[in-house]
Structure formats: C-alpha cells, structure tokens
C-alpha cells in the first residue's frame, strides 16, 4: 500500500509539472504571435520609407536646364555610358573619374525624352 501512495504521489507531481509547463507554453505561443506582429509592422516600415524615399527624392534621370540624361548604363565599377539630350541632338557619352568623351552625335533621335511627371 505504501507503494501506491508513492506511484499516486509521483504521479500527481508529474501532473502538476506537465500542468505548469502547459501554462509555459501558452505563453510562448502568445509571444511567438506577438513577436510575428511585430516582425510584420516593421518589415512594412521598411517598405514604406524606400517607397516614400523613391517617391520624395529625384532618382534616376535627372534634367537641368536644356540638357536631360535619357539613360545610363554601367560598363564598369566606376565607368558608365549615358544618352544625353541637349536641345533636339543626343549624344552618347562616357563617363568615368575625371574623364567624360563624346562618343557618338547621333542624327535623328534614338530615344524619345521622358515627358515630366505630373506631381499630385
């Protein structure tokens, strides 16, 4: 007799452990949630201000004056090929550090220029 009242003790320890380890891992799983929330509303920052940079800042052709860069291309680290407008000619430039050489004048217009976008 003496020896079911252990087995019953050891078992209702064994129950009361694995009854406060459930409450553990209850709440793991409501912080594992809280945790995934989080996650999402800061990877959707991130998403949000690279698009407002993109929308607020001028990236990518820029114009000034009578001149506009059609297009650019990098042929090298630090070495890129670019269409330019000035006025009705474009010409085909290369650029690298300390160097920029007009490659080609072209005749008629290869590329049509961007009409500017319309800020609302």
Request: glycine content about 12%.
């Given at each position: ?15 009361e ?45 820029r ?6 860069v ?51």
């Open positions: 007799m003496a020896e079911s009242s252990a087995t019953a003790d050891a078992a209702r320890q064994g129950a452990s694995a009854a406060g380890q459930g409450a553990i891992f209850a709440g793991g799983s409501d912080a594992m949630l809280q945790t995934a929330i989080w996650l999402l509303v800061i990877v959707g920052l991130i998403l949000l201000l690279a698009w407002a940079v993109r929308r607020f800042t001028n990236i990518g052709p114009s000034v004056g009578g001149m506009r059609l297009s650019a291309l990098p042929v090298g680290n630090r070495e890129r090929i670019a269409l330019v407008q000035v006025g009705d000619k474009q010409l085909l430039i290369g650029v690298a550090p300390g160097h920029v050489s007009t490659l080609h004048v072209f005749d008629e217009n290869v590329l049509e220029a961007p009409t500017a976008r319309k800020t609302p």
